[in-house]
């Protein structure tokens, strides 16, 4: 079974998750990282040439693969709830953690990050709530658990997913 990582850009899905793949000895895999290697380009990029949708179209092909493929922990993209198909996927296949972080947390932690290309705005934190407001019940739809991330340092976090997934009875790897 898959651990799949849900939350706004910036919650910590591929700090954290790198952690709990080495924690898990299951394979990382993060899915923004293998559609910016299938486009040869930054996601910035392909999302300024191409527009949102088209980007969306391929994040929803590369969920699919991944939550269908071999197991893992995998990162996901801060937008990829935002299609049904995309949460169901998620939800059915995989073991989902959302790692909830107010915005104000997230831009804390982004606030000189140029390559998120939602936040490239006059206001991020402004926009950081607007996401927030809008993703929050699609997150908590797609997901299993829910994490606070609020102050607790990377190790704590991964103890606090892998504590969830042994109290739900979510089998360890069949490594």
Known sequence: MNVALVGLPGSGKSTVGRQLARRLSLPFLDSDAVIEERLGC?????????GEERFRDLESQVLDELTAGPEGVISTGGGSVLRPVNREHLHQRSRVVYLRSSPE???????????????????????LRDLFEVRDPMYREASHFVIETGRPSVATLVNMIVMQLELAGTPAPTR
């Not at 932690?109 to 926009?127: E, F, S, T, Y």
């Open 42 to 50: 930054s996601i910035r990029e392909f999302f300024e040439r191409e």
């Open 105 to 127: 947390e997230v831009f804390r932690r982004l606030r000189h990050d140029r390559n998120r290309p939602l936040l490239q705005v006059a206001d991020p934190l402004q926009r």
